[in-house]
C-alpha cells in the first residue's frame, strides 16, 4: 500500500518567528507612524501660527488705517502718512493695500499700483482672511475687514508678501525633520533595552529547560511575570504528572517481574511446568487486560466519564462474559474530570475489574461529588474478613487461587490514589453484602 505524506510548508516559516523581532518590527512601525505624525502635526502647527501672526499684524495696521479715516475721501488724495508704513511708499515693496468705498475712487498705496487687489465690498465688521500670488507670483496673505464710517460703508484690505517666512518655515521643517529622526533613533534605543530587559525571563526559562533536560533541576523557576505565570504552573504540572507516570510505570514494572519470578523459578527446579506456565499466561492475560482498562489517549486527556463508562463495562462483560455479571453505575450527567484520563480509566478499571471477579451477580459504582470527587465499587460476592481487609492493598496479596489474577489490581489502585494524595477505604456493602472500595480524589487547584 502506497503511503502518502503531506508536507507542512508553513512550519519552516512558523518555526524561525522570532517574537523579540515580531515585536520590534511592530514597534519600530508604530514609532515611524507617530514620529511622522508629530513632524506633520508640529510643521503644520509651526506654520498656522506664524501666518495667524501676520494676519494679526495685517488686522492691527487695517485698523490704524481706518483711524486715519479723515485723511480718506476728500479729493482721492492721502493726505496724512505719518502713522503709516514707509514700505507702502515704495514700489513692489511686498506690503500693500487698498481701500474701497461705493461712489468713490479707490484709495490704494504707492507700492500697490502695479499689482491688483481684491475690490469685492465687505459688510462692517465683516474679515476675511485670505492668500493670493503677487506679480512675480510671491505668495501674499490678506486681511480685509469692512467698516461703516460717517454712515459711509469701507472696504479696506491689507496684504504682505510672505516668502521670507516661507522661507524660515521651510528650514524649519528641515530642522524638525532631523530633531525627529534623532529622537526617532534614541526611541529605538531605549525600547530595544526595554525589550530585551522585559525578554530576560523568557531566556531564563529556557536555560531553565536546559537544565531539566540535564537532570540538574526538577522543576521550572514560578519567579516569572504574571502573564507567562500560568503557563510555567502548567509545564510544571505535567512534569510532574510524567514523573507519576514514569513512577507509575516502574511500579507496573516491578509488579509483573514480582510476579513472574516465582513461576520461573519452580519451572527451572521442577520438570513439570505446565502448571507455571499457565500461571504466566494468566499474568500476561492480567497485564493485557491492565493496558486495555487504560485506554488509549495522551497523557494530559480529561476523562469525561459518561462517554467512557459505557465501553469500559462492556469490554468487562466480555472479559467476564461467563459469569453473566450486571454493572450498574450512577454518575452526574456530563461530569468531566479534572484528573488525568488514563489515570483514572485505570483507577475505575480496576476496581471493576476486582469487583466483577469476584461478584456474583451484581456490581455498582456510584460517583458524586463530596469535597472533592468520591467514587464507591460495591459488588454482591462473599465479602472479606476484617484481617484480609488490612491485607487488601498489599503487593501480591491473593484470596482464592482459584480465580484468575495476582492481586496487584488493588494495589495498583493504592499508587494512583496515593499520587493524587487522596484516601481509599474498603468495608462490607449494606445493600449487596460483598465487599465496598470507596476512594476520594481531590480536585487539583488552578495554576
Known amino acids: 500500500m502506497a503511503h502518502k505524506f503531506t508536507q507542512v510548508a508553513d512550519a519552516p516559516h512558523i518555526a ?58 476728500p479729493g482721492s488724495v492721502l493726505q496724512n502718512r505719518t502713522h503709516w508704513n514707509l514700505a507702502y511708499d515704495a514700489p513692489l515693496s511686498g506690503r ?9 475712487r479707490a484709495v490704494m498705496s504707492r507700492s500697490s499700483w502695479d499689482i491688483t487687489l481684491p475690490i469685492s465690498a465687505l459688510a462692517a465688521g465683516e474679515q476675511l482672511r485670505t492668500s493670493a500670488q503677487g506679480p512675480n507670483d510671491e505668495p501674499l496673505l490678506l486681511w480685509r475687514g469692512g467698516f461703516q464710517i460717517d454712515g459711509l460703508p469701507i472696504t479696506v484690505t491689507v496684504a504682505e508678501d510672505i516668502t521670507q517666512l516661507q522661507d524660515r518655515w521651510q528650514a524649519f521643517r528641515i530642522f524638525f525633520a532631523l ?25 531564563a526559562l529556557r536555560d531553565d529547560l536546559r537544565r531539566i533536560e540535564r537532570g540538574e533541576i526538577k522543576a521550572i523557576s514560578e519567579h516569572v511575570p504574571s502573564e507567562i505565570s500560568p503557563l ?3 509545564f510544571n504540572r505535567l512534569l510532574v504528572r510524567f514523573e507519576q507516570r514514569l513512577r507509575q510505570s516502574r511500579n507496573a514494572a516491578g509488579n509483573l517481574a514480582h510476579a513472574l519470578k516465582g513461576p520461573l523459578n ?51 462483560q466480555q472479559v467476564y462474559a461467563d459469569k453473566f455479571v450486571d454493572i450498574r453505575y450512577n454518575i452526574p450527567a456530563d461530569m468531566e474530570w479534572p484528573h488525568d484520563r488514563q489515570d483514572m480509566l485505570e483507577l475505575i ?18 460517583v458524586r461529588r463530596v469535597d472533592g470527587i468520591r467514587l464507591e465499587v460495591e459488588d454482591d460476592g462473599p465479602g472479606v474478613s476484617a484481617e484480609q481487609l488490612r491485607q487488601l492493598t498489599e503487593r ?5 487461587e482459584s480465580v ?44
Not at 508629530?38 to 490704524?64: D, I, K, N, P, Y
Not at 478499571?349 to 456510584?366: E, H, R, S
Not at 449487596?432 to 476520594?440: A, D, I, K, S
Request: glycine residues 10%; charged residues 20%.
Open 16 to 73: 524561525s518567528r522570532s517574537l523579540l523581532r515580531s515585536l520590534q518590527a511592530g514597534l519600530v512601525c508604530s514609532f515611524l507612524v507617530l514620529m511622522f505624525m508629530f513632524w506633520w502635526g508640529g510643521t503644520l502647527t509651526a506654520r498656522l501660527m506664524a501666518e495667524s501672526a501676520v494676519h494679526a499684524r495685517l488686522a492691527q495696521e487695517g485698523h490704524a488705517l481706518v483711524a486715519e479715516r479723515k485723511s480718506f475721501f
Open 266 to 316: 519452580l519451572l527451572m527446579r521442577t520438570g513439570d511446568g505446565s502448571q507455571h506456565a499457565e500461571r504466566i499466561a494468566q499474568i500476561i492475560d492480567s497485564e493485557l487486560k491492565r493496558a486495555r482498562l487504560a485506554g488509549r489517549g495522551s497523557a494530559t486527556q480529561r476523562l469525561n466519564l459518561s462517554d467512557e463508562l459505557p465501553a469500559l463495562c462492556g469490554l468487562l
Open 179 to 203: 530633531l525627529s529622526l534623532v529622537l526617532l533613533l534614541a526611541l529605538l534605543f531605549v525600547q530595544s533595552a526595554i525589550v530585551r530587559h522585559l525578554l530576560a525571563p523568557v531566556d
Open 96 to 104: 500693500y493695500f487698498r481701500i474701497d468705498s461705493p461712489g468713490k
Open 396 to 400: 501480591g496479596t491473593r484470596f482464592d
Open 349 to 366: 478499571g480496576n476496581l471493576l475489574d476486582n469487583a466483577v471477579k469476584w461478584a456474583d451477580a451484581v456490581v455498582i459504582l456510584t
Open 232 to 234: 510555567v504552573k502548567e
Open 404 to 447: 484468575a489474577g495476582h492481586g496487584l489490581g488493588l494495589s495498583i489502585v493504592k499508587d494512583i490514589v496515593h499520587t493524587y494524595q487522596g484516601s481509599l477505604e474498603f468495608d462490607r456493602s449494606q445493600r449487596l453484602g460483598g465487599l465496598r472500595v470507596t476512594v476520594l480524589l481531590n480536585e487539583p487547584g488552578p495554576g
